[in-house]
């Protein structure tokens, strides 16, 4: 059974375009896979704490001499690792925020950057260890910045996500949606039609 884990990042509870966005992409894909698992990780709803000296602590103390803080630290990252190796598709909601990744984003990847668990460093540099994932991401953004030196998210998305493994990343983007209704509706119905692409190549 295929498994698909669509993460959002938000800073929104209600209406946010990747959320929405991310949805439809996330239903056409179980369509194209008929019987398909879906699992939402709503990273607004279960917010994750940000990195400091009690979670760092805990990531680095050896299991067996961690305080019971520490293993409540430890298990929640495990758990989120663990439902990321189990899914087989992932589609990450990612809106543009102040050129980059959302806060709520950027503490999900401290908690799954884990070395020796999600990456391991050898004899001719790092290897990730989440592999053979397909992986969306679907970013909604205010103007258009795809190509230009604005567009930090792309690069830095493709980067971390190979660096955990995870090689085979399509990119959707919803620009300009804060330029204007006409610019807004061509962006959506422009990520429409890449959401639909995906689904018709998953399909096929």
């Given at each position: 059974?295929?498994?698909?884990?669509?993460?959002?990042?938000?800073?929104?509870?209600?209406?946010?375009?990747?959320?929405?966005?991310?949805?439809?992409?996330?239903?056409?894909?179980?369509?194209?896979?008929?019987?398909?698992?879906?699992?939402?990780?709503?990273?607004?709803?279960?917010?994750?704490?940000?990195?400091?000296?009690?979670?760092?602590?805990?990531?680095?103390?050896?299991?067996?001499?961690?305080?019971?803080?520490?293993?409540?630290?430890?298990?929640?990252?495990?758990?989120?690792?663990?439902?990321?190796?189990a899914a087989d598709v992932i589609v990450i909601g990612a809106p543009l925020y102040n050129f980059g990744i959302s806060t709520?984003?950027?503490?999900?990847?401290?908690?799954?950057?884990?070395?020796?668990?999600?990456?391991?460093?050898?004899?001719?540099?790092?290897?990730?260890?989440?592999?053979?994932?397909?992986?969306?991401?679907?970013?909604?953004?205010?103007?258009?910045?795809?190509?230009?030196?604005?567009?930090?998210?792309?690069?830095?998305?493709?980067?971390?996500?190979?660096?955990?493994?995870?090689?085979?990343?399509?990119?959707?983007?919803?620009?300009?949606?804060?330029?204007?209704?006409?610019?807004?509706?061509?962006?959506?119905?422009?990520?429409?039609?890449?959401?639909a692409a995906a689904a018709q190549a998953v399909a096929a």
């Amino acid at each position: 059974m295929t498994t698909i884990l669509q993460i959002n990042s938000a800073a929104r509870s209600q209406g946010a375009q990747s959320t929405l966005l991310s949805n439809e992409l996330t239903e056409k894909l179980q369509q194209s896979k008929p019987g398909a698992r879906v699992v939402v990780r709503d990273l607004y709803s279960d917010a994750l704490p940000h990195l400091d000296d009690n979670i760092l602590g805990a990531f680095f103390t050896p299991a067996d001499q961690r305080t019971s803080a520490q293993q409540a630290i430890a298990a929640r990252s495990d758990a989120l690792i663990a439902e990321l190796q189990a899914a087989d598709v992932i589609v990450i909601g990612a809106p543009l925020y102040n050129f980059g990744i959302s806060t709520q984003l950027k503490t999900y990847f401290d908690f799954i950057a884990r070395a020796g668990v999600t990456f391991k460093y050898g004899a001719t540099g790092p290897e990730g260890l989440v592999k053979g994932k397909k992986v969306y991401v679907v970013s909604a953004r205010g103007g258009k910045y795809l190509g230009t030196p604005g567009d930090s998210q792309t690069p830095y998305l493709t980067t971390f996500l190979g660096f955990l493994g995870m090689t085979d990343v399509t990119f959707i983007y919803a620009e300009g949606l804060n330029m204007g209704p006409e610019a807004a509706q061509a962006a959506l119905a422009g990520a429409r039609d890449a959401i639909a692409a995906a689904a018709q190549a998953v399909a096929a």
